[in-house]
Each structure stands twice: as C-alpha cells, then as structure tokens.
C-alpha cells in the first residue's frame, strides 16, 4: 500500500510568511476558446512539501539536483511525537535507539493543521531543537523529515539547518502524515530537479 504524505500545491495555500504566495494562473483555457488548457505557477522553491539542498544554509553547499538518491529512497521510521514534546529534544531523540543510516520523520500536531489545509501560518509549530538535531548527525541519521513548513523554530535561529545540512543530513519540511500510523516504511522523496537550486517541492510517497 502507498500512502502519499505531500501537501497540494493550491492557488494561495499555507506558506512561509516571507516566502512568495503561491500563485496558479489557469492563462489557457478550452472551455474560453483555447486549443488546450496550460497554466503557471508562481511560488518559491520551499513550497508545500519540500526538500532543503545544503546549498538553503551552506553558501557553498550543494544544489537539490546534487542531492544523493540513495538517501531520498530507503527504509524510514515515522515517529510518533505526543503533543507534551515541544520542541523535539536530544532527550527524546535519546529514547528512539537510532542508528546509522536511519532516515527520521516526525508525526506532531502538526500535521493536524497541514491535513484540514488551514492557511494560517502557525507560529507555535513544533520543530526539533539544536541539541537534537546535534545528536542525530552524531548518531549517523541521513534524513529528518518534519510536518511543517520548517525543521527548526519560528525566528530563533537558523543552529538546527546549519548543522544537519552542513552534515549532509536531508531534510524534507512540510509532510502530511495525519493520516500514518507510527512505524517502519519505504520512503521515496524526490524533489523537483531544479539545478543548483536551495531546494524544492517535492512528491513523498511511503510503502508499509
């Protein structure tokens, strides 16, 4: 079974509140006379569900179409995070016996608001902190995956992307996983190829 964890990208949907608005131009239309429908986008490359490229935080760091294949496709945990736990931390990071090569995501309370398609950008997110993030780099983790539209709090700092991007470590922002049972999967995360790019949307599929 195949459980798609990526938000819709839709005309005005959440985003980041500095980042571009989203922005869907159905220009040509069949039903107004045109040979055939064609649309455009407009919006950043962090929208919806996305991937960060080391290149986002690590000026010199490489571009999302750089990324390793190897660690967007592979076996996952999804990790059941009670509401109690705000922000994710080393100590309870410490009670998951990770490993190396482990690839991360995090189902919060979040993923209620990015499941009902709420708009409003929510400031009290839950996000994983610096000492965490630290931890998991320490312990080999090669993705952390997160269902909101950032990895690390809102305006405290940048410390949890530097050091998991600056480690090689992916990371994919604003997954859906309302709707996920806590547990081991396959994980297929492939963002768009966009070259040298900070990052990208991107469509992430898990298999029990």
């Not at 016996?97 to 309370?109: A, P, V």
């Not at 405290?156 to 992916?170: E, P, Q, R, S, Y």
């Amino acid at each position: 079974m195949f459980i798609d964890v990526s938000m819709e990208i839709t005309d005005g949907m959440l985003h980041w509140p500095s980042d571009p608005a989203i922005e869907i131009d159905n220009y040509s239309q069949i039903k107004k006379g045109a040979a055939a429908n064609n649309s455009k986008i407009t919006c950043g490359v962090h929208t919806g569900t996305h991937i960060d490229a080391p290149k986002h935080f690590v000026d010199d760091g490489i571009g999302i179409d750089k990324l390793d294949l190897n660690k967007l496709i592979g076996h996952c945990r999804v990790i059941k995070v009670p509401s109690s736990i705000s922000p994710i931390s080393k100590e309870f990071i410490e009670l998951l016996n990770i490993k190396k090569g482990d690839r991360l995501l995090f189902k919060t309370k979040n993923s209620e608001w990015i499941n009902s398609g709420d708009k409003n950008f929510h400031t009290d997110y839950i996000y994983v902190n610096p000492e965490a993030s630290k931890y998991m780099v320490e312990k080999g983790v090669v993705l952390v995956g997160v269902d909101y539209l950032s990895v690390e709090g809102y305006h405290i700092g940048h410390d949890t992307h530097k050091t998991l991007l600056g480690a090689g470590v992916v990371v994919i922002e604003g997954l859906n996983l309302f709707n996920v049972e806590p547990g081991e999967y396959n994980l297929t995360a492939l963002p768009v190829k966009i070259k040298d790019s900070n990052g990208a949307p991107a469509r992430v599929i898990l298999q029990k």
